[in-house]
């Protein structure tokens, strides 16, 4: 026997309607092919499926008893077919993400929760590196791509911007420029800084933007998390110039963060090898982040 699905799914259609021709608007045929199509499947049973009328289409005893079982069988395999092509195109599997520390931090969390909702069959893994880790990871296959500071450029690898990023400066409460409501760049002249030290992607920008201005600092420690960093400065080692996703300040602590103006940007960006496309999971998880630009940067705001 040689029965097709697409013979079936017509016939439901015309015991639905009972129109040939009505059936064939619905589902895109001529009235000829689905007439066609149901005398093939009779043919294929050997039973009458259909009595035709000059001006209904009757289903016959048989015909009625198939409907009602093939309808509850095709409904089942689109579910089935559905679901299959689901896992398939997405959304199975284990996608592993590397992300600089404030990064990691502040953006991604949101981003594991949600794929967990609308992505339960990924298993998403999330590494918290240091910079020259996250690219030294992307670039050798340890992971399925990262999330780093730019702005990027290089040849092997792919990178696109997600948000930008200003900074801030951290200060006690009790120091003469925590008073201000903004500090400017240039009345950092011979502070003592605090600094993160160069394996963060912001350490880079931050003394490209110092020297921009022409000020010179005193960076009296360096340090690879911004936690150490806050406590060195409510301790009163130094003030602090750091990103906004590096914050929220600790609970309690005596320190407030100012914006630093002119406004200096980071630019935060997805990464991932040229020469290798991503999984379907991970390209699931990959839009994802994309979607989440303008909440990232509402983000970084809501920290001052």
């Given amino acids: 026997m040689n029965v097709t699905l697409r013979q079936l799914r017509v016939f439901i259609e015309v015991a639905r309607l009972r129109s040939f021709s009505r059936a064939g608007i619905e589902i895109g045929l001529t009235q000829s092919a689905v007439s066609r199509c149901v005398r093939e ?40 077919l559905h679901e299959i092509r689901d896992i398939g195109e997405q959304r199975r599997g284990r996608v592993i993400v590397a992300a600089s520390p404030t990064i990691a931090c502040r953006l991604m969390p949101r981003v594991v929760a949600l794929c ?68 400017a760049w240039h009345e950092l002249e011979g502070q003592r800084l605090v600094m993160l030290d160069y394996a963060s992607g912001s350490r880079p920008i931050i003394d490209a933007v110092l020297a921009s201005h022409g000020v010179k600092v005193d960076v009296v420690q360096e340090l690879g998390h911004s936690a150490t960093v806050f406590g060195l400065v409510e301790a009163g080692v130094g003030m602090s110039v750091l990103p906004w996703l590096a914050l929220p300040l600790p609970a ?11 406004r200096a940007e980071r630019t935060v960006e997805l990464v991932r090898r040229r020469d290798r496309s991503l999984s379907p999971a991970a390209q699931a998880v990959w839009d994802l982040i994309r979607q989440l630009p303008i909440e990232g940067e509402a983000l970084s705001q809501s920290a001052a």
């Fill in 41 to 80: 499947l009779e043919v294929e049973l050997g039973l009458r499926l259909v009595d035709r009328t000059t001006r209904e289409v009757l289903l016959t005893d048989v015909g009625a008893n198939l409907v009602s079982s093939v309808s509850r069988l095709m409904t089942d395999l689109d579910a089935t």
């Fill in 116 to 183: 967990g909702q609308r992505f339960p069959y990924v298993m998403l893994g999330l590494r918290d590196d240091v910079q020259s880790d996250v690219m030294r990871q992307v670039k050798s296959g340890e992971v399925d791509f990262g999330v780093i500071v730019g702005p990027f450029v290089t040849g092997d690898l792919l990178s696109e911007p997600l948000m930008a990023d200003s900074f801030c400066l951290v200060a006690r409460a009790d120091h003469s420029l925590a008073a201000q409501a903004a500090v």
């Fill in 252 to 262: 309690g602590a005596a320190l407030v963060a100012r914006p630093l103006v002119p």
